[in-house]
């Protein structure tokens, strides 16, 4: 068997959670964003930090660490994005792309509260994705997403 040219291999997240917040509906906000089958999969890890102003501010980091539970969140979040936000990930994708294969999202937090999957600006869920490609990163990446069902961009 062909080993495939790009395999997501990890997936880091972290989202803040502000004193005027509870930090268990920030989790929820986090879980809500990944398919329910993969709830025990999620490593959470919490650490507080301090504000500007001496406030206290929860930081959670959360990682995917089998190629096949990054698969399946993908899957998951290609089907979830509206098709305008499907559209304008494909158009900015490039990007959002380092050179070491790591894929940057910004999720809304806020969104994620109510259960729902949009590309975020502010007060988001940072998602870090690792993939492992041979040959042109940015290129098999774009195939990659293509292949779940990433609308292509027609420039339109």
Do not use: W
């Not at 919490?46 to 959670?60: A, N």
Request: proline share 3%.
């Amino acid at each position: 068997m062909r080993k495939r040219e790009c395999t997501p291999s990890s997936a880091f997240f972290q989202v803040f959670s502000y004193p005027t917040e509870d930090v268990d509906k920030v989790l929820l906000a986090l879980y809500s964003i990944i398919p329910e089958s993969l709830n025990d999969k999620l490593s959470v890890d919490l650490s507080t930090v301090r504000g500007h102003f001496g406030e206290p501010i929860i930081i959670i980091n959360a990682k995917l660490e089998k190629s096949k539970d990054v698969d399946i969140f993908l899957k998951h979040l290609v089907n979830k994005l509206s098709s305008s936000a499907k559209r304008r990930l494909s158009r900015n994708l490039d990007k959002l792309i380092d050179d070491h294969a790591n894929l940057y999202i910004r999720l809304s937090k806020q969104d994620a509260y109510f259960g729902s999957i949009k590309l975020g600006h502010k007060d988001i869920i940072k998602t870090k994705i690792h993939f492992i490609v041979f040959g042109d990163k940015k290129e098999k990446i774009r195939k990659y997403f293509e292949d779940l069902g990433l609308t292509k961009d027609d420039k339109t």
